[in-house]
């Protein structure tokens, strides 16, 4: 198990235009051959976004975007046509596949807080494909068969505890509360790459916790 603080994460965004980034992943300016992936994950960015902040149109391709709301609300528009507003408990998948190009912004009058997760789809190339589940439960994970992959929510009452699914690969992070894994205590934004993962539990401190977890299987 290899865990990466939050602190660790490299800082990007354009705070002098409301967007605060954080990148755990090799991303851009901050290239680091050692970090360019685990499993399918490439990216899992923290993105902190002021009122009428946002991303001008941009593209993607070959890569399957997953974004978790925090606080806040999302509003996306992409070439596809569609325009959607994505709040917490909310996951939204964007398949970029052979192309897209999409706007992100926060339209709303509070600070918006989201989790951005892009995994490599096993297959390059493709229509774009765009889907939202709204309020997804604990109990429903989220398949993700381009990347051979599986999003799992985790919300937990103080003290309680969840088992973490076993997989080739399987990457843990902590949208708030605090929880132990393995004998590790693990805050927000703190993150952990499991390889061959089997039989672990996670733990939640003296408050509430949520924890994002991707189960993925080999190559």
Known sequence: MDVRRAHQRYQGGDPAAGIDTWH??????????DNLRFGAVIACNEERLEPGAGFDEHPHSHTEIVTWVVEGELTHQDSTGRETVIRPGDVQRLSAASGVRHVERNAGPEPLAFLQMWLAPLEPGGEPSYDVVRGIADS??????????????????AGERTAVPDGAYVYVHV???????????????DAARITDAEGLRAVAGASDAELLVWEMAAG
């Open 24 to 33: 755990a992943f090799s991303f851009g300016p901050h290239y680091d051959p």
């Open 175 to 189: 949208v708030r509360g605090a929880v132990l894994l393995d004998g590790e205590e693990l805050a927000p934004g």
């Open 140 to 157: 429903t994970p989220y398949a993700l068969p381009e990347a051979g992959a599986m999003l799992h929510v985790r919300r937990l009452a």
